[in-house]
T-cell receptor, first 114, second 114 residues
Framework: DAGVIQSPRHEVTEMGQEVTLRCKPI?????LFWYRQTMMRGLELLIY????????DSGMPEDRFSAKMPNASFSTLKIQPSEPRDSAVYFC????????????FGPGTRLTVT | AQSVAQPEDQVNVAEGNPLTVKCTYS??????LFWYVQYPNRGLQFLLK??????LVKGSYGFEAEFNKSQTSFHLKKPSALVSDSALYFC????????????FGTGTRLQVFP
């Protein structure tokens, strides 16, 4: 299995631009998670889906952030408009349903907003 | 509320010596506990988990962890450290019984010196 796939791996954009991060979970996994990691705030859960339905989006920082999961094999995290404080590494993870299952993380997207 | 704490920001150990990375938790009910490792510029990788049963859990790369209910701890251990074990280690606890959400600790940086 290829594992969780994220694209792009690196993104540099200017403030005000729209940014779209993409994730392909492991086939057969029905839970998908978006995290953000920074030195200041550590690892934060932004949103998670179960069977393509958003379950908990309490970690989404503000209305500039949105996430979708149109099907079981694809999810996007969009930031519009982007701001310098959004600079971070964004991880996607997937797991089988059930709290005993471990999450499998993608390699992350390093976002820099100038 | 469910929470997990990693009291040490950094742990230093000489190669060949035993290592311990500490984790304590606060949950209502029986916890599901996890350890993950993050190497530089990589996503988190699952090491081991405690769900039920034997308090000593063995995982990848020779790591093990001991679940101690009375002390509400789940410390990560390895009998003989390797320089290649140097990384960032995260403890996590499942949020609630009916969710896949994990609460991560702040991470402990392990540095193994030759």
């Amino acid at each position: 299995d290829a594992g969780v796939i994220q694209s792009p791996r690196h993104e540099v954009t200017e403030m005000g631009q729209e940014v779209t991060l993409r994730c392909k979970p492991i086939s057969g996994h029905n839970s998908l998670f978006w995290y953000r990691q920074t030195m200041m705030r550590g690892l934060e859960l932004l949103i998670y889906f179960n069977n393509n339905v958003p379950i908990d989006d309490s970690g989404m920082p503000e209305d500039r952030f949105s996430a979708k999961m149109p099907n079981a094999s694809f999810s996007t995290l969009k930031i519009q408009p982007s701001e310098p404080r959004d600079s971070a590494v964004y991880f996607c993870a997937s797991s089988l349903e059930g709290g005993a299952s471990q999450q499998y993380f993608g390699p992350g997207t390093r976002l820099t907003v100038t | 509320a469910q929470s997990v704490a990693q009291p040490e920001d950094q742990v230093n150990v000489a190669e060949g010596n035993p290592l311990t990375v500490k984790c304590t938790y606060s949950v209502s009910g029986n916890p599901y506990l996890f350890w993950y490792v993050q190497y530089p510029n990589r996503g988190l990788q699952f090491l081991l988990k405690y769900i039920t049963g034997d308090n000593l859990v063995k995982g990848s790369y020779g790591f093990e962890a001991e679940f101690n209910k009375s002390q509400t701890s789940f410390h990560l251990k390895k009998p003989s450290a390797l320089v290649s074990d140097s990384a960032l280690y995260f403890c996590a606890v499942r949020w609630l019984y009916n969710t896949d959400k994990l609460i991560f600790g702040t991470g402990t940086r392990l540095q193994v010196f030759p």
